[in-house]
């Protein structure tokens, strides 16, 4: 049974720093890409970033790009997404994804956590 346990969400000042985490189960890790999305109230969910499977290359969307960076750490079965200079409009609630692609498509979410950029 595949699960993906985000944490490391809550309360963050404008311009302060968080780190979310990601940690998997059962799945091979090291196998799927992994991203982070995110939902604000009302909103569309969008890709915040993703990194590939061996964490060779990252992508992000224009509007976290040189404040957030995505990461990952195999051994740990760990996806990590440090948020610098957070703004009010960074809250939402984030999740995790993991994708597996070759002659079919594997994919799973985590529950999310709600991140919040408040003073």
């Known amino acids: 049974q595949v699960q993906l346990v985000e944490s490391g969400g809550g309360l963050v000042q404008p311009g302060g720093s968080m780190r979310l985490s990601c940690a998997a189960s059962g799945l091979t890790f090291s196998r799927y890409a992994m991203s982070w999305y995110r939902q604000a109230p009302g909103k569309e969910r969008e890709l915040v970033a993703t990194?590939?499977?061996?964490?060779?290359?990252?992508n992000y969307a224009d509007s976290v790009k040189g404040r957030f960076t995505i990461s990952r750490d195999n051994a740990k079965n760990t996806v990590y997404l440090q948020i610098n200079s957070p703004k009010p409009e960074d809250t939402a609630v984030y999740y995790c994804?993991?994708?597996?692609?070759?002659?079919?498509?594997?994919?799973?979410w985590g529950q999310g956590t709600q991140v919040t950029v408040s003073s």
């Open positions: 994804n993991a994708k597996y692609v070759d002659w079919r498509t594997l994919e799973y």
């Open positions: 990194i590939t499977s061996a964490g060779d290359s990252t």
